[in-house]
């Protein structure tokens, strides 16, 4: 397979209706980008982009043309299993990540093995201006730090984070909604004390009464702080 083929085969795999309603939930990128594949048709060709010799010419070839090319890639670039190899492909991308379905994708599996490595680049991107680097590395916080390996200290990397964007500022909610859930001390603190700006302290609690992770009796506190 080469870069050629690459582009053959995502055009075969367009789907009109799909392409409309993909352009809905992501209106701020070019529809015309949008070529309308369904995720496990992408997950299926970046397996075979993954073993295949166009491996890493596709993964150089910046920027994508289509928006469902960045998807591949990044569903690509989790199947590398070297911890340094992952993160310089990530840090080589993350610059043309251009909105929040690109930029949610899962922790891949060669993070749960490298906490130890993986916690300064996560407080490097949260702290970038770009938008969709910084929601990564909150998504990523989120994935990898909110169990066993929490810390009282972790939160305030999210909460310090400013920016008027609809999506830096909805998974900011996002985190302290999963929080909430999973280490509610430490996280009512910053809606007691209204450390968040109101849109967001609001979607918080928003988006923390609609998880089933969320106790009833913690639902109806919630309820008091807005």
Known sequence: MDKKEIKKKLLSLKDEEYRQFVARLVPNIDPETILGIKTPEMRALAREIFVSEAREEFLNTLPHQYYEENLIHFFVIAMIKDFDQYIKAVETFLPYVDCWPVSDQSSPKVFKK???????????????????????????????????????????????????????????A???????????????????????????????????KESFRVSDEHKEYLNSLK
């Open 114 to 172: 490298n906490h130890d490595k993986f916690l300064p680049y996560i407080r490097k991107w949260i702290a970038s201006r770009h938008v969709y680097t910084a929601r990564f590395g909150i998504r990523m916080l989120m994935n990898e730090f909110l169990d066993d390996d929490f810390k009282e200290e972790y939160p305030e990397l999210v909460a310090s984070k400013k920016g008027d964007d609809y999506y830096l500022k909805m998974m900011i």
């Open 174 to 208: 996002w985190y302290f909604a999963t929080a909430l859930a999973k280490q509610w001390d430490a996280a009512i603190v910053y809606l007691e004390e209204k450390r968040l700006d109101e849109w967001t302290h609001n979607k918080t609690i928003q988006k923390a």
